[in-house]
Every structure is written in C-alpha cells, then in structure tokens.
Nanobody
Framework: QVQLVESGGGLVQAGGSLRLSCAAS????????MGWYRQRPGMQRVLVAA????????YYADSVKGRFTISRDGAKNTLYLQINSLTPEDTGVYYC?????????????????WGQGTQVTVSS
C-alpha cells in the first residue's frame, strides 16, 4: 500500500504561483511513476504532469508546458508541482497519483493510488 497526502493548494490571483506537495509513505519501493491530475468542476480528472522513478522522465500536458514543473525529492519521499503564471483555467482539485507494481512468484499486479486532492482556485 502507498499513502499519498497533498498540500499547498489555495486561493491565488491570476499570474501568481503555487507549489503543491505530495508526501508518499508505505511501499514506496513499488512505485513506477507519479503524477498530478487536475479535475475542473463538472469535468473528468486529467493528467497534467508526471515523472518516472527510474529515469526521471517527465511528461506535461500541452496546456501546462512552460508553466508547470514536476519534481521529486527522493530523500523526503515527496512529489512537487510548481505552478507559475496561474490562470483561472487552472482552477480545480489537484490529485496526486502513484502507479506501482508488485511482483509475486508467478505474477505481477499493477496498482493505482490517489491522494485526497488539494483545491486550487485562481481569481481573475
């Protein structure tokens, strides 16, 4: 099991910045990659940024490239999302996600873990 706890959301004016954090605990050694999803009101959850644990490869949705930066601190078991130049379209609940694999003698299983989400509201 992996537990994820987000923090850092809040109310910010357009053009401002925020840094979201996601503290991971539990079976961290099973994690393959982590990411941040955004869910706008009335819409589905969408991946905005991700990072692999093996090579540190990053992914960004086109809508956030150049403004969002994902990073991780292995020593602190914490994932970050630096968000700059915020716009009202960035408003939503941001969820931390971890994809993990557990290996068994004759099998392997994939798991998905989610945090509780942190609200980001950008005022115009």
């Amino acid at each position: 099991q992996v537990q994820l706890v987000e923090s850092g959301g809040g109310l910010v004016q357009a053009g401002g910045s925020l840094r979201l954090s996601c503290a991971a605990s539990g079976s961290i050694f099973t994690i393959d990659a982590m990411g941040w999803y955004r869910q706008r009101p009335g819409m589905q959850r969408v991946l905005v940024a991700a990072i692999t644990f093996g090579g540190g490869t990053t992914y960004y949705a086109d809508s956030v490239k150049g403004r969002f930066t994902i990073s991780r601190d292995g020593a602190k078991n914490t994932l970050y999302l630096q968000i700059n130049s915020l716009t009202p379209e960035d408003t939503g609940v941001y969820y931390c996600h971890a994809g993990a694999t557990r290996f068994y003698p004759d099998d392997r299983k994939k798991y998905n873990y989610w945090g509780q989400g942190t609200q980001v509201t950008v005022s115009s």
